[in-house]
């Protein structure tokens, strides 16, 4: 099993559209839960951290389950500017803190 | 204005010249870190540092090696390149916060060809 999966889409959505993005991870050690935004060719920035209580960032909501071992990420009312691949990070607790990438979830917010 | 900087943005070279990607960040940052990203394959660390004089391999470091003389700068050395090292790299800093890294700053990345 690998140690972040995600469901790579695409997801096409319409504007104004609510739209989740699950993410599994493998090690139930893991303490520390992100999701990064990465436009095309460009480097990945942070979109959020994700904490045990669940956070909101205007219109990103992103939760955690630690007992299903599973992370989303809720973008509502859709704008074209949300375009983008979404990359669901774990700390897996292995040496060197890695960060363990998830292979990303594209998403196309059309007009 | 905090960043990462990554030169060369781009370059095409050919099997076995040996090449440098620098990397140099102005955050105080202990933690830098290579990656690549290929189609299919997402991110992967190649090589990973603590701080200076501190490194370590990661996932793939294969063919390559790094070096942290300074605390600010973290070099990708690809001593005799091959085509299966034309990727997307991208340097990233960090601070350490007790067990947990903190937020990842990534550089702009490195189209690398290898012909």
């Known amino acids: 099993r690998k140690e972040v999966e995600q469901d790579p889409g695409p997801f096409n959505v319409p504007e104004g559209a609510t739209v989740a993005f699950n993410c599994t991870y493998s090690n139930s050690a893991s303490q520390s839960f992100f999701w990064y935004r990465q436009d095309c060719r460009k480097e990945p920035k942070l979109l959020m951290s994700v904490y045990s209580s669940g956070n909101e960032d205007g219109r990103f909501t992103a939760q955690l389950n630690r007992a299903s071992q599973y992370i989303s990420l809720l973008i509502r009312d859709s704008k074209l500017s949300d375009s983008a691949t979404y990359l669901c990070?774990?700390?897996?607790?292995?040496?060197?803190?890695?960060?363990?990438f998830g292979k990303g979830t594209s998403l196309l917010v059309t007009p | 204005e905090a960043q990462v900087t990554q030169n060369p943005r781009y370059l095409i070279t050919v099997t076995g010249k040996k090449l440098t990607v620098t990397c140099s960040q102005n955050m105080n940052h202990e933690y830098m870190s290579w990656y690549r990203q290929d189609p299919g394959l997402g991110l992967r660390q190649i090589y990973y540092?603590?701080?200076?004089?501190?490194?370590d391999k990661g996932d793939v470091p294969e063919g390559y090696k790094v070096s942290r003389k300074e605390k600010r700068n973290f070099p990708l050395i690809l001593e005799s390149p091959s085509p299966n090292q034309t990727s997307l790299y991208f340097c990233a800093s960090s601070a350490l916060r007790g067990a947990n890294t903190g937020e990842l700053f990534f550089g702009e990345g490195s189209r690398l060809t290898v012909l």
């Open positions: 540092s603590m701080n200076v004089e501190v490194t």
């Open positions: 990070v774990v700390n897996g607790m292995k040496a060197g803190y890695a960060l363990n």
